[in-house]
C-alpha cells in the first residue's frame, strides 16, 4: 500500500447529526407543506434519525439525503440498494437538483450564523485519526475523495488536527462527480501511482463496488453509518471489514 484514500463522512468524521439537520431544514423550505418534523442543532435526534441512518448507506450524497426524506414522508419500503435505487429513480430531478443546490446554501448559512456550533455537531473518529498520525511518514500518502464540498473538508481537518497530513491538492470533492471511480482515477494521476497500490476505506458498500473493478484494495469502514447488512455484503465481496479496533492491523499489516 502506497496511498490510503478515505472518504470523509462516516471514516474521518461522525458528521450525521450536521447532515441530518440540514437535510430537514432545507427539505422543509423546498416542501412547506411536509408533515415532516422540523430539526435543529438542540433537538436534531427526533423520530426521524434512526429510519434516516437506516437508509443513508443505500445513497451517495445530498440528493440521496432529499431521497430518504421523501420516502420517509412517502412510508415507502426500501429494504435494499435495488428498492432504494428505484424510488429515487421515479422522483423529479428538476426537484432533487434544486434540493442539492439548496442543501449547500442552507450548510453556507449554519455554518456563517454559528460556526463553532455547526463545527460542534461534527466530531472526529479519534481513534481513526491516532492512527493515520501514528503512521504518518511511513511511506504511505493520505488522500480524501468525498462527496463533501472541499472548503467544509479543509475547515474541518484543521480542526482536528491532521491538516498537515492531508494537503488540500490530495482532497477530491463533489466536484470530481457522484462517482467514487471518478475521485480515484483523480486522485491515481495527482499520486503517480498504480492502482494496485491503492487502498479505499469508505463506510458505505455502494461506493466500494463503484471502485472494485479498478484494481484497488477496498475497506469498509464498520464504525461508520452501516450495519449488519452492509458488513455481510462487504464480506461476500471480500472487502476487508475493519472496525476500529483492528483497522490498523488489517490496513497496514496484512
Known amino acids: 500500500m502506497k496511498a490510503l484514500v478515505m472518504d470523509f463522512d462516516g471514516v474521518v468524521s461522525d458528521s450525521v447529526r450536521e447532515a441530518f439537520i440540514v437535510a430537514i431544514r432545507t ?25 434516516f441512518m437506516d437508509l443513508m448507506p443505500l445513497g451517495n450524497g445530498a440528493a440521496d439525503y432529499g431521497t430518504i426524506l421523501a420516502a420517509l414522508q412517502a412510508g ?9 435505487d428505484a424510488f429515487r429513480a421515479g422522483l ?54 468525498t462527496s463533501k464540498d472541499g472548503g467544509s473538508v479543509e475547515v474541518l481537518l484543521r ?15 463533489r466536484g470530481a462527480g457522484p462517482r467514487k471511480s471518478a475521485h480515484l482515477e483523480l486522485l491515481r494521476d495527482r499520486l503517480g501511482l498504480d492502482f494496485g497500490a491503492m487502498t479505499f476505506i469508505d463506510d458505505k458498500v ?27 455484503l462487504a464480506a461476500e465481496r471480500g472487502y476487508l471489514v475493519c472496525g476500529l479496533e483492528n483497522v490498523e492491523e488489517k490496513l497496514f499489516e496484512d
Open 27 to 51: 427539505y422543509r423550505g423546498l416542501c412547506p407543506d411536509s408533515p415532516l418534523e422540523s430539526a435543529d442543532a438542540g433537538a436534531g435526534l427526533h423520530r426521524l434519525f434512526g429510519p
Open 76 to 84: 415507502a419500503d426500501l429494504p435494499d440498494q435495488t428498492t432504494y
Open 92 to 145: 423529479d430531478p428538476d426537484w432533487l437538483e434544486r434540493y442539492v443546490r439548496r442543501f449547500y446554501e442552507v450548510r453556507s448559512e449554519m455554518a456563517a450564523a454559528d460556526p463553532e456550533g455547526w463545527r460542534g455537531l461534527m466530531r472526529p473518529y479519534a481513534p481513526f485519526l491516532d492512527l493515520l498520525r501514528r503512521r504518518a511518514g511511513g511511506g504511505v500518502a493520505y488522500a480524501i475523495a
Open 159 to 173: 480542526d482536528y488536527g491532521i491538516a498537515d497530513l492531508i494537503p488540500i491538492d490530495r482532497v477530491v470533492d
Open 206 to 232: 455502494n461506493h466500494l463496488d463503484s471502485v472494485a473493478s479498478l484494481g484497488v484494495r477496498c475497506a469498509l469502514a464498520a464504525w461508520g453509518y452501516n450495519g449488519r447488512r452492509e458488513h455481510e
